[in-house]
């Protein structure tokens, strides 16, 4: 097998951001999978996302499971941290990471096979728990891996390539973040780099447990007809509820828009996200009323994507533990082992 390296060498007209990288300081190596997967695509997004918000590429922890989709972090963001786990297991380790330093930014990548089979019990503690941390689901429908058997994200009456039915139920996991309490959730397609940039983007500034749901059609295995992960079959299908027009990281006089027709909403950095409804009656800061879209959505056999909740002001994992603002690695001894009677003080509280 020949691998192709890029070069380290930048053209010195390239455009850099406020800290100073172009985006090139963004990429990782050059990507193994199939032409055409739908990965590459949001891999791209990811790299365009971090540059756009002046991301220092240190800054970034990345992890991942098994599969197509966990293989992409060696793609984008080669300067960052970098951790691939065991199949499923990526939430628990990142949780364990972000309790340890909570100064990073913790991207988590998977797949519908580690988040929907396998990794549904981590999934769903990641998301109940408040893990300030952008968990991106590259959802085919198919493990690409083995082969393009059905995965658990599975439309009932999609096709297989070989014309085989699926017939179970599909789990949707961002009905299911929803359902857990995560507080910035969204869908979209890797076709689609005008929406998912600004969603991902959107994300990282969230400062909460944030999901994104993206399909990504596996060229291999699932883009043919008859596949509801396709790309013909999403972009016919595709149904987007608003539009993310921009992200402000800090205050800004703006003229007051048309009434219900733009939401703005205050982020932790001290900006504004702003929302352009795309269908005026929904209301993506109502968890009933995206639980319901989703479901509507589905009944009608569209796709619903865009920002579907977010929650303005919402508390992460740190917040609800109550844990020290310094990193707990950062600490010394004297405060991780404060002695036998602060111990006992401890456990007599508990009694």
């Not at 929803?178 to 969603?199: E, H, I, M, W």
């Not at 007809?225 to 402000?248: C, K, L, M, P, Q």
Request: aromatic share 6%; glycine share 10%; charged share 15%.
């Amino acid at each position: 097998m020949t691998f192709i390296a890029k070069p380290r060498l930048h053209h010195p007209t390239l455009t850099q951001n406020k800290v100073g990288y172009t985006r090139r300081d963004y990429e990782g190596k050059v990507s193994t999978l199939c032409a055409g997967c739908g990965h590459d695509s949001i891999s791209a997004a990811i790299i365009q996302a971090a540059w756009e918000l002046d991301i220092e590429p240190h800054r970034v922890a990345k992890l991942s499971g098994i599969g197509c989709s966990s293989k992409t972090p060696d793609y984008f963001l080669g300067a960052s941290h970098g951790f691939n786990t065991v199949h499923g297991r990526m939430p628990s380790v990142l949780t364990g990471a972000a309790l340890a330093n909570r100064d990073l930014l913790y991207l988590g990548v998977s797949g519908d096979g580690d988040s929907a089979s396998i990794g549904l019990g981590q999934f769903a503690h990641a998301m109940r728990r408040g893990v300030n941390m952008v968990y991106i689901v590259e959802n085919n429908g198919v493990y690409g891996l083995t082969k393009g058997q059905f995965s658990a994200t599975a439309d009932r009456g999609s096709k297989s390539k070989k014309g085989v039915m699926n017939t179970d139920s599909a789990i949707d996991l961002a009905g299911l973040a929803l359902q857990l309490g995560a507080t910035y959730v969204a869908r979209s397609f890797s076709g689609d780099k005008g929406q998912l940039v600004p969603l991902i983007k959107g994300a990282i500034q969230h400062g909460g447990a944030a999901f994104i749901d993206v399909i990504s059609p596996c060229v291999a295995f699932n883009n043919h007809a008859g596949s509801t992960r396709s790309y013909d079959y999403v972009r016919e299908h595709n149904e987007a509820v608003n539009r993310i027009d921009f992200i402000d990281l800090a205050p800004q006089a703006v003229a007051d828009p048309a009434a219900g027709e733009v939401i703005t909403l205050p982020q932790p950095h001290g900006g504004f996200m702003r929302l352009r409804k795309l269908h005026h009656a929904y209301d993506p800061t109502n968890r009933m009323a995206a639980m319901s879209q989703l479901q509507a959505s589905l009944a009608a056999g569209e796709v619903a994507t865009g920002l579907l909740y977010v929650e303005s002001g919402s508390q992460d994992m740190h917040a609800h533990m109550g844990t020290v603002k310094a990193p707990l690695n950062a600490l010394g001894v004297e405060a991780l082992c404060p002695g036998a009677e602060a111990l006992q003080r401890i456990n007599d509280a508990l009694r």
